[in-house]
């Protein structure tokens, strides 16, 4: 399929709009030549301007265009204190001008810094109900909408961290918006986070609907290798589904998951993680964060400079994250 004929058959689901795009793309010269490798992009995706930006706002797009759809008054989002996804709902939030609700499993703060800070400036209800695992705080969740639908509200819970099949979909327009641009930017190989998972599906569905231009190598920043794929495989399943679009090359020929960077799991960073920090910092002026984009770039910079992957045109895909930076070095 062309990106036009995707493009319109997207246009079918509710979108609200929250951003101009496409993100900015940039070639990482300083980057190439410590890796003695072909040429290397960056997709700025945490550069998109909602909040602290990044990689939450292409999902929260479709999910907030379905609660306007549903004549929804109130938003709720939830995740760790500070988590991405909850101050990127919260700006979200305000520019759709919708009220917000924020339950964290966490004790109330000392002090706010990073995303937490951010989602007091926003203005939005923050709940911290303890310590609680994510399945009380999800019966948490599901008593608030009780009460809220008890008192007239409508409410629209954000689930699994934005990523739903839904909120899947707009990950969709970032192999769309490089499939564009190619004649300027010949782009073959990204890297791509895999948390949860969305992110890469969505990369990975719109790269086959468009034949496989590009491949797409997923750093599995979480789960083990086989347990990513069986959620990419879920959601990709879901994908054709939601959007009645079948792709024309399999999507497990477009990618690769790579388990090697993960370390000792979500949230724990490795020495070389947190060595390439301070190397995109230092080469290129760009701050990265310890969950998801540090072990990402890792993992690009190790399979492209061993000459793992060798690629006339590589490209990270930084999926923000900027604002817990300053949470990540202080706890
Ligand atoms: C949530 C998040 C991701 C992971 O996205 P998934 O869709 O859960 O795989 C990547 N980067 C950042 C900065 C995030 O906040």
């Known amino acids: 399929m062309t990106t036009q004929e995707i493009e319109t058959a997207l246009g079918r689901l509710p979108r609200s709009r929250l951003c101009s795009y496409a993100t ?52 709720i989002a939830s995740g760790q204190e500070n988590s991405n996804l909850c101050s990127i709902a919260a700006s979200a939030c305000c520019r759709l001008g919708l009220p917000c609700i924020l339950v964290h499993n966490n ?30 705080r999800n019966q948490y969740i599901e008593r608030l909408v009780t009460d809220l639908r008890s008192s007239g509200k409508r409410p629209y819970v954000v689930e699994n961290g934005a990523t739903t099949v839904r909120g899947a979909v707009g990950y969709i327009h970032i192999p769309l918006e490089l499939e564009k641009n190619r004649e300027q930017q010949p782009i073959y190989d990204l890297f791509v986070p895999g948390g949860n998972g969305g992110l890469a599906a969505g990369v990975v569905f719109g790269t086959a609907l468009l034949g496989g231009p590009f491949h797409v190598h997923v750093i599995t920043v979480e789960n083990e290798k086989q347990e990513l794929e069986d959620i990419l495989h879920r959601l990709l399943e879901g994908l054709e589904k939601e959007t009645g679009l079948v792709p024309a090359v399999p999507a497990d020929a477009c990618m690769t998951v790579y388990p090697a960077y993960r370390g000792a799991g979500w949230g724990i960073p490795t020495q070389e993680s947190d060595q390439m920090i301070t190397t ?52």
């Open 280 to 331: 995109m910092a230092k080469l290129e002026g760009i701050f990265l964060e310890r969950i998801y984009t540090s072990k990402t770039a890792w993992g690009m910079c190790d399979l492209l400079g061993r000459g793992l992957v060798q690629s006339k045109g590589a490209c990270l895909i930084h999926s923000g994250g900027f604002a817990s930076l300053f949470y990540q070095y202080q706890s």
């Open 107 to 136: 004790e109330p703060p000392q002090n706010k810094q990073g995303n937490m800070l951010l989602n007091h400036l926003s203005g939005a209800e923050e709940h911290y109900i303890g310590a609680v695992s994510e399945k009380e």
């Open 24 to 75: 900015p793309t940039e070639r990482l010269l300083r980057l190439e030549q410590s890796l003695h490798c072909g040429p290397v992009y960056i997709k700025r995706d945490d550069l998109n301007g909602v909040g602290p930006g990044g990689n939450k706002v292409r999902p929260l797009e479709y999910l907030l265009g379905e609660a306007v759809q549903n004549h929804c008054d109130v938003i």
